[in-house]
């Protein structure tokens, strides 16, 4: 059974800096990568996937990067800005089916202006 | 609506009750899944169900069962709840297997068992 590992736990970053998010993940034949935001009180929301054919995806200021060999993908955000302030989930595919998604425990960020 | 809609939004609940959890989507997605999130834990997958009259287990079944009549409901069950159970259960569905594309959450059940 997959298991997702994810660091740091927390982190606090100056508004413009760039916070980095790590995730590690083990054996899986379904490739699909995605990060998810949470804002206190709601659902978490997708914020960006990478399935593995490309080592590197950017949406905005969001990048995910992705090692195949190592079994680890990041989450980059850069020019950080205080509403991005949220508890950000990687995930992983729970099983080589792929037949659902299994996250890691959850970074909390905090942007301070 | 367009979504996911969870319902009862919070309740409280005695030790030993039985609950159901209630999920229904309008989007025709096919598949569905049940999260519960603790603190400190992140998100569990309890159950989820890639086509209607399919189920499967996750990474915390124990305690609960669901089923999958139709596509739209995917109703969570509590046979008898312990005070372990209290969480935030998050239901999610999504077009593809597997969250390809994006999962949609609801906005989750906020459950106290005492």
């Known amino acids: 059974q997959q298991q997702v590992k994810q660091s740091p736990q927390s982190l606090i970053v100056q508004k413009g800096g760039i916070s980095i998010i790590n995730c590690a993940y083990e054996n899986t034949a379904f490739d699909y990568f995605p ?13 960006i996937a ?29 020019d950080s800005q205080p509403g991005d302030s949220a508890t950000y989930f990687c995930a992983a595919p729970f099983n080589q089916a792929g037949t659902a998604l299994i996250f890691g425990k959850g970074t909390t960020l905090s942007v301070s202006s | 609506i367009a979504g996911i809609t969870q319902a009862p939004t919070s309740q409280i609940l005695a030790a030993g009750r039985r609950m159901t959890l209630r999920c229904t ?32 287990k996750g990474e915390v079944p124990d305690g609960y069962s669901v089923s999958r009549a139709n596509t739209d409901d995917f ?37 106290t068992v005492v």
């Open chain 1, 35 to 47: 990060w998810y935001q949470q804002f206190p009180g709601k659902g978490p929301a997708l914020l």
């Open chain 1, 50 to 78: 990478i399935r593995p054919d490309v080592s590197e995806k950017k949406e905005g200021r969001f990048t995910i990067s992705f090692n195949k060999s190592a079994k680890q993908f990041s989450l980059h955000i850069m």
């Open chain 2, 25 to 56: 989507q309008d989007m025709r997605h096919n598949a569905m899944y049940w999260y519960r999130q603790d603190l400190g834990l992140g998100l569990r997958l309890i159950h989820y169900s890639n086509t209607a009259g399919t189920t499967g």
């Open chain 2, 75 to 111: 109703p969570l069950t509590l046979a008898s709840a312990v005070p372990s159970q209290t969480s935030v259960y998050f239901c999610a569905s999504s077009v593809a297997q597997g969250g390809v594309g994006g999962y949609t959450f609801g906005s989750g059940t906020r459950l």
